[in-house]
């Protein structure tokens, strides 16, 4: 397999701190919005959300594991009706669910230290 010589490791893992942020932000901005069934939904949320916290720590850029990306980046407003968020909050978890695939594989590559062959 060729090197490819334009892979950036801090811009790739830069990218992906940006990412659990904004997904970070949805998801913290969601869980304080009007909810239908906020006992179900928070549990499941918060649970996510302290993954998403320890991946952005294990992964950070700095030493001390902290990270200089807002949280609160890009959090949309939930000003819809609690069906029209619902629906609003699955297609954005979904498009997380494809993201943290991605993420999964930078990851795996960075790890794997085929980029510095």
Partial sequence: MQRNSTFSESECLGNIMKDLAYYSAVIQSYTNSDLRLPETE??????????????????????????????????????????????????????????????NRALGYISSGDHRK
């Fill in 42 to 103: 928070v549990p499941l949320l918060n649970s996510t959300l302290e993954i998403i916290r320890s991946l952005r720590k294990s992964c950070s850029l700095t030493p001390n594991g902290e990270n200089n990306i807002p949280e609160d980046v890009g959090a949309p407003k939930w000003e819809n009706s609690s069906y029209e968020n619902r629906q609003q909050m699955f297609k954005m978890m979904k498009g997380f669910q494809v993201r943290t695939i991605t993420i």
